[in-house]
């Protein structure tokens, strides 16, 4: 009759082994991680393209930069690179993607938006780069730390017009935070390669590795709550931009095989406010503007046309 203990005990301590390993591999960061910005994912989507995103991330890293930092909701320090452009000039704060670095990912748009005459605010996301954690929640806190960076931005440049960009994580990320009580100076939001979910990229992800994801999702969020104190399910893209009333750019790359492409659909399709949803065919994920400048900066320009105050517009 000891098997009738000792059954339950170990299939409790193999969910609790494959919840934690889940933890580790999707949320956790190591205290001594050391960012790489020239990290380029695998991939022939990303290889084929490396020499020009390599070139792109030096131009950036090259720019003189203000290191500035916050307190998030949540104690944590959050760093941040400011780039100058003109004094007065409107404010782009450009969040980054999962387990990304800010120069790497937003090294096509912070140059498309310092060349539409932008100042930037580039994040570390909390657990990347600079700034403190350990867990990564999916957008889940991360959108806290966008309403707070887009606080601080209005008390420092009081009147200048403020839109939240993203890419992939980060793009879900300004799309939930665009559902929170944003300063009123907040005017806009352009969202690359967004997510609907945590939970749907996530059982995206494991039926792309063949596993089932009925079994391993509960897994995944059970090492979540348990070694990351947060709740997956807790909300989504979905059903933060509810209470969104600012006008949305949404962007994706029509070969994208990370973050299907009709999960921007899927936000554009319940997003309230203004909006519009630009595609590239052959793009793949959050390369659009690697794929292509032109279109992408025409798309962004057209936006910003109607989003930004007529006294912000570069003429």
């Not at 657990?127 to 960076?149: K, M, N, P, V």
């Not at 390669?193 to 079994?215: E, N, T």
């Amino acid at each position: 009759m000891l098997w009738i203990i000792l059954l339950p005990a170990a299939l409790a301590a193999v969910v609790l082994a494959v919840s934690f390993i889940a933890y580790r591999v999707a949320f956790y960061a190591p205290a001594n991680h050391r960012e790489d910005i020239y990290d380029i994912p695998s991939g022939e989507q990303y290889q084929s393209q490396k020499d020009v995103m390599c070139d792109l991330i030096r131009q950036m890293d090259a720019i003189d930069c203000e290191r500035v930092s916050i307190t998030s909701y949540d104690g944590l320090r959050l760093c941040a690179r400011y780039y100058h452009v003109a004094d007065g000039a409107p404010l782009q704060i450009q969040m980054h993607g999962w387990r990304g670095s800010a120069i790497r990912d937003f090294c096509g748009g912070n140059k498309l938006a310092r060349e539409a005459g932008f100042n930037t605010l580039v994040p570390d996301q909390r657990a990347h780069g600079a700034s403190q954690g350990r867990t990564i929640t999916f957008g889940l806190r991360e959108r806290y730390d966008c309403l707070y960076w887009a606080r601080w931005a209005s008390r420092r440049f009081p009147g200048v017009p403020i839109v939240l960009a993203g890419v992939s994580m980060g793009a879900s990320t300004v799309l939930m935070a665009a559902g929170l009580p944003l300063p009123s100076s907040v005017c806009g939001v352009i969202a690359d390669s967004p997510y609907a979910s945590p939970g749907a990229i996530i059982r995206k992800v494991c039926r792309d590795m063949h596993l089932p994801p009925a079994l391993v999702y509960p897994c995944v969020r059970l090492g979540a709550r348990l070694f990351g104190g947060f709740d997956l399910n807790e909300t989504d893209v979905l059903q933060q931009v509810q209470g969104a009333k600012i006008p949305a750019l949404l962007i994706h790359g029509e070969d994208d095989r990370f973050v299907p492409c009709d999960m921007s659909r899927q936000i554009y399709d319940v997003y309230p406010a203004q909006k519009r949803r630009v595609t590239f065919p052959g793009a793949g994920h959050g390369i659009s503007y690697i794929a292509d400048p032109d279109g992408y900066g025409r798309a962004v320009e057209q936006f910003l046309s109607q989003a930004l105050p007529s006294s912000a517009r570069k003429t």
